[in-house]
């Protein structure tokens, strides 16, 4: 099935978002229902794919926090290499001439440079990112010729730097902390029970879309059932994990349901305006590495926030 732009000649064309959407399922033609593979789910899943790939994700997490938790930077630095080539590619196929190899190179400079110099590496990771990004995009068709959308392909690399490295740096500083590779499992176990819980309460429950135009299938029964399981994993992690009191649990679990949410809407309105489907197809049932990571990046940070703030 071809998937249209949101700016198409023949009119609105809506992409079939495969993320976190929790619950409703927009209407199709007879044609396409029928062509749809019977493994999807209700939510636009292959179901059993997902959880395959899912499981294996969470146990390598699971493993390297247990035993190796310094080996946790190493695993960023390549989740967040590939999801960044994923987001380029997009870009350069919407003729968005975002600079891949700044925001590569920049991007590992702020993971791995929070290492030995904490959030000062990782602004100044990102700083050098943003000039380096700005003379190259200027530069890149030579000294005799003017660039072309230079302010729509800066600013749009900007946006790129800080989405995608800048977040993520939080949850390698987080493991380089005391209890490190507790905070991040209250981050990863927190995360991973909006999904489930969203997943559950709107493919039985859902009715009522949250936010149609963005994401048609996400519903606020599904918002509901994140809600809840946010703040009991978010008591259960912090008060077990951490030894830390229940209400910063609780907090922690309101913020991470609204960021994890908001996450997914933001990666999904990037793909309606680039008019594609997923970021990727590296992970069965689930799309690309970014298709992963949209609720985990702005979580990061605000988990970050709160445990430093109140630990």
């Not at 936010?211 to 519903?219: D, E, Q």
């Not at 008591?235 to 908001?262: P, R």
């Not at 933001?266 to 309606?272: A, D, F, N, T």
């Not at 690309?288 to 709160?306: E, H, K, Q």
Request: glycine content about 10%; charged content about 15%; aromatic content about 8%.
């Amino acid at each position: 099935m071809t998937v249209g732009r949101a700016d198409g000649p023949s009119g609105p064309q809506l992409p079939l978002d495969s993320g976190d959407d929790n619950g409703i399922t927009p209407a199709a033609p007879a044609a396409e229902q029928a062509a749809a593979p019977e493994k999807a789910s209700k939510a636009g899943r292959n179901l059993p794919a997902a959880i395959g790939v899912g499981a294996a994700l969470g146990a390598l997490v699971i493993g390297i926090l247990l035993f190796a938790p310094t080996a946790w930077l190493a695993v960023v630095a390549c989740a967040i290499g590939i999801a960044t080539w994923e987001v380029t590619k997009r870009l350069r196929e919407a003729d968005v001439r975002v600079p891949p190899i700044p925001l590569l190179v920049g991007g590992q400079a702020m993971i791995w440079l929070g290492w030995p110099y904490g959030t000062t590496g990782v602004l100044a990771a990102f700083a050098g990112t943003v000039v380096v990004s700005m003379l190259w995009r200027l530069f890149q068709r030579g000294l005799s010729a003017q660039p072309q959308n230079y302010l729509r392909d800066t600013a749009v690399t900007v946006f790129t730097a800080a989405w995608l490295p800048l977040l993520a740096s939080f949850a390698t500083l987080m493991v380089l902390q005391d209890q490190g590779a507790q905070r991040v499992f209250c981050l990863m176990i927190v995360c991973v029970s909006s999904d489930i819980g969203g997943y559950a309460a709107g493919v039985l429950f859902g009715k009522h879309p949250m936010a149609p135009a963005i994401s048609p299938k996400k519903s606020w029964e599904g918002f509901a059932g994140s809600l809840i399981a946010c703040v009991v994993a978010g008591v259960l992690t912090v008060t077990l994990m951490l030894d830390a009191a229940w209400w910063v649990g609780v907090l922690l679990g309101l913020l991470l349901v609204l960021c994890a949410t908001a996450g997914d809407l933001i990666e999904s309105q990037v793909k309606r305006d680039l008019g594609i489907k997923d970021m990727g197809t590296l992970l069965p049932g689930h799309g690309g590495i970014m298709d992963r990571l949209d609720s985990i990046l702005p979580s990061a940070f605000v988990t970050w926030l709160v445990l430093a703030a109140f630990l």
